[in-house]
């Protein structure tokens, strides 16, 4: 029933926008009585919070095979090339989404897609760590492979945010950097 309530309310998302999830409509939708939901989600941001957690693993499009690399930028182009594609089907999710919380949950929010992030973020640190590409001695106490995966992922979002068609750019500053 959490997969089936999930999916109606992307659905919804798709086709009218976040702002458009309602806890009654998903119910009519779904065909289940409205108590059903709230056995799920407590609340309309629990339920808000999970649909954009699932609408940026579909963007991302995360799974076991995602990051099949041990490249660290075979992973970075990997990444921009799946959100370029995927987005198709989220237009303007990435500008639109945090508008669609109240203040009281804004927080909620951003930390829920902090830790999302964070956990691509340390995907890709490990990787980096392990790429037998990486010239020796490029890493130091003043730039960690951290704190260059955090560098690279923002501009990476960067160029997704201003809708560029590729990242070369990216890719040239990460060899130029590091191999």
């Not at 890493?139 to 923002?154: A, C, G, H, K, M």
């Amino acid at each position: 029933m959490y997969d089936t309530i999930l999916n109606m309310s992307k659905k919804i998302a798709i086709e009218n926008g976040l702002n458009s999830i309602n806890m009654r409509l998903i119910a009519k939708n779904c065909d289940i009585a409205l108590g059903s939901i709230y056995n799920y989600f407590p609340s309309k941001s629990d339920l808000l919070i999970a649909t954009i957690q699932s609408i940026w693993q579909d963007i991302f499009n995360l799974n076991s095979n995602s990051f099949n690399s041990e490249i660290f930028i075979d992973n970075i182009i990997y990444i921009f090339e799946t959100i370029n594609k995927n987005l198709q089907k989220y237009p303007d999710f990435f500008t639109l989404h945090s508008l669609s919380f109240n203040n009281e949950n804004k927080h909620k929010g951003k930390k829920s897609m902090d830790i999302f992030l964070n956990n691509i973020k340390v995907h890709l640190t490990n990787i980096l760590e392990n790429d037998k590409n990486v010239r020796n001695n490029v890493f130091n106490e003043y730039l960690t492979p951290t704190i260059f995966v955090d560098y690279i992922f923002n501009l990476l979002i960067s160029l997704i945010f201003d809708k560029k068609d590729n990242c070369k750019s990216l890719i040239k500053l990460i060899e130029n950097s590091i191999y």
